[in-house]
């Protein structure tokens, strides 16, 4: 039976290798494929490269059919939501589609929410050293009361 699966998938057509208008990367609302989701598309935007002006597809997906791009991205979404959405993990890292990665918080909640938490660990950490600067600038200066310190 795997043989014959292995065949056949063999013998199927290459499949499509989407452009960015046809993906509406530059989100103009224009484009053609109907049958990804938002997310998909956004991911095989990030992965073409179509997303960022003269950008490079990731490394050897340039010119991967869209279904198997998609295949290999959930997999690896799959792979990373094991390991909480890390794509430091080093069964993620290891992945043949590892280079993948970059583009994976647009297909993969997971990978998301793990970017998002990071995001905000740092800005807590940068709030924490503005405020203890903050607070050595008042001892350091003492009767100059506390400075107003805009956050952007």
Do not use: I
């Amino acid at each position: 039976m795997a043989a014959v699966l292995l065949l056949a998938a063999e013998s199927a057509p290459a499949g499509t290798v989407s452009t960015e208008p046809a993906l509406d990367c530059g989100g103009f609302g224009h484009g053609t494929v109907r049958e990804l989701s938002p997310a998909e598309k956004d991911f095989l935007c990030h992965v073409r490269g179509y997303d960022v002006p003269y950008a490079e597809p990731a490394e050897g997906w340039g010119d991967v059919a869209d279904r198997e791009v998609l295949a290999q991205g959930h997999q690896l979404c799959d792979l990373a939501a094991r390991h909480g959405g890390d794509l430091r993990a080093p069964a993620v890292e290891e992945a043949p589609q590892a280079s993948l990665g970059p583009a994976l918080a647009a297909l993969c909640p997971a990978v998301a929410r793990f970017q998002d938490e990071q995001e905000r660990q740092r800005e807590a950490e940068n709030d924490a050293y503005v405020d203890g600067a903050v607070e050595l600038l008042v001892m350091v200066f003492p009767g100059t009361g506390r400075p107003t310190v805009v956050h952007r």
